[in-house]
């Protein structure tokens, strides 16, 4: 397997543009997670699916954050409209289960906001 | 509130010693502990979990301890090497991961 996949690796967008993260996770993965890390606040879970169907978004930042998982092997990260504070590496990680196993991460969406 | 704390400061060792790193946590009764590693520009990648009723989990140079009572793990790395440097990371569940900032270990030469 190759992983949990993200793209694009970087991304560089003007505030108030739209920007989509992409994510294949694990195949056979029930868990899908969504991560924001800055240096500032460090690891931030956004929002997790289990099955596709999402059961946590209380770590969204706000209604300009959206996720989807269509399918098993596709989710999505929205952003609309973009702005500089929302500047961060996002990663999104699978696990067949939550605490008692552990997580595979991509290697992540460094986005800049400008 | 739930709090996670690991060292702050980079921890620096020479090469061939034991680096020990420390996860420390309060308000919390997690089923079980999860450590990561993870390097500039990369995703974290898992290292080892251990149970609460486990006290000591081993794999090849990394041991893990647990204990509840003190609210404590410890991280070991023995026979480090500068390879090992990298950011560290501690993670406690019983369902949701919940994540500490990360100690910075550095191995010198």
């Known amino acids: 397997d190759a992983g949990v996949i993200q793209s694009p690796r970087h991304e560089v967008t003007e505030m108030g543009q739209e920007v989509t993260l992409r994510c294949k996770p694990i195949?056979?993965?029930?868990?899908l997670f969504w991560y924001r890390q800055t240096m500032m606040r460090g690891l931030e879970l956004l929002i997790y699916f289990n099955n596709n169907v999402p059961i946590d978004d209380s770590g969204m930042p706000e209604d300009r954050f959206s996720a989807k998982m269509p399918n098993a092997s596709f989710s999505t990260l929205k952003i609309q409209p973009s702005e500089p504070r929302d500047s961060a590496v996002y990663f999104c990680?699978?696990?067949?289960?939550?605490?008692?196993?552990?997580?595979?991460f991509g290697s992540g969406t460094r986005l800049t906001v400008v | 509130s739930q709090k996670i704390e690991q060292n702050s400061e980079a921890l620096n060792i020479q090469e061939g010693k034991t680096a020990t790193l420390t996860c420390n946590y309060t308000n919390y009764s997690p089923a079980y502990l999860q450590w990561y590693r993870q390097d500039p520009g990369r995703g974290p990648v898992f290292l080892l979990l251990?149970?609460?009723n486990e006290k000591e989990k081993r794999k090849e140079r990394l041991k893990v301890t647990f204990d509840t009572t003190l609210k404590q793990s410890l991280f070991h790395i023995t026979a480090s090497q500068p390879a090992d440097s990298a950011t560290y990371l501690c993670a406690l569940a019983n369902y949701q991961l919940i994540w500490g900032a990360g100690t910075k270990l550095i191995i010198k030469p």
């Open positions: 251990i149970r609460e």
């Open positions: 990680a699978s696990s067949p289960s939550q605490g008692n196993y552990g997580y595979t």
């Open positions: 195949s056979g993965h029930d868990y």
